[in-house]
């Protein structure tokens, strides 16, 4: 006797629907992508479907490529010290904003702006900010009592740090929420009895606060992360890679191939590489996530000590 469907059945389908739709309209672009990857051609060669099939050359052609393996390590090393200088910044917020105090929604409002704001209006501000006799170096001049003259958009050094701290600048807000939300689901309790046995606010934090915010904190991370090495419209606005390869990370070597340089084919096996390697981080992002999770089950599940 076949089994009816329930609530449960109606709901799962509910869910999984659009998800199947989703991967219905998104199909015939990935295996569009594939045929490139899997051909070579250029637009200046004949109709894309009379190219020469070339098997797996031009993953090859991508795996040899130094300037691809250099766009990665920049793509990583921006990411990593960006979310690095967002956590921090943000955290350092949350921990002033996560109390209700007078006038707190309309710093809440003034934090939260710079993710608010269009990134290609964010790059175009800032380049004018940033002229060499612009803006900011003159109010450095008039604070230092000197004359400032950093070349934050031509040399290659100072140009790297311009787009780490515009990345930070920008995305600290999203930190600051995702830590706010944490710090106000903790139980007030345990910061209660932790004053009453005479803990400082500092040994709060360090043995109270941050264990049990390892999962949001390990989350706002990843999250951020994962958006930091998909950033482009801040850098192509401001650098297009330059000053000569030093802002060139993987979205925007990525472009630079395919629309600069029209190597369509190998901008689509270049694609395929990039995806796969997003795949492992977020893979390995979910494995620490999950063990996080177990660690603060078995930490709130555990017996009191006597």
Known sequence: MPRSRGPGAVFKWTLLTPFFALLLFLAPV???????????WTIYLTNWWDAEFVWFDMFQDVLTD????????????????????????????????????RGHGIFYAVFILPMLTVPIVIAYTFEMLLYQKGPLNGILSAILGTDVNVIWLSDPRIAVVTTILLEIWNWTPFVFIIMMAGLSALPRELDEAAQNLGA????????????????????????????AIGEFPKTWALFQGGPG????????????????????????????????????????????????????DTLYTAPARP
Do not use: D, N
């Open 30 to 40: 990935f295996l569009l992508q594939l045929y490139f990857s899997l051909h070579s």
């Open 66 to 101: 130094p300037r691809f393996g250099w766009s990665i390590a920049r793509s990583l090393a921006f990411a990593a010290i960006s979310t690095l200088g967002c956590f921090v910044a943000g955290f350092g917020l949350a921990l002033l904003m996560y109390r209700p105090f």
């Open 200 to 227: 400082s606010r500092w040994r709060i934090l360090l043995e109270v606060k941050l264990p049990l915010l390892r999962p949001v904190i390990f989350l706002a991370l990843t999250l951020r992360f994962l958006e």
């Open 245 to 296: 390869t030093a802002t060139e990370t993987i979205p925007v070597y990525l472009y630079l191939t395919t629309w600069q340089y029209f190597h369509v084919s190998k901008g689509a096996a270049m694609s395929y590489l990039v995806m796969l390697l997003m795949i492992g981080i977020v893979l390995l992002a979910i494995r620490v996530l999950r063990r996080e999770k177990r660690v603060l």
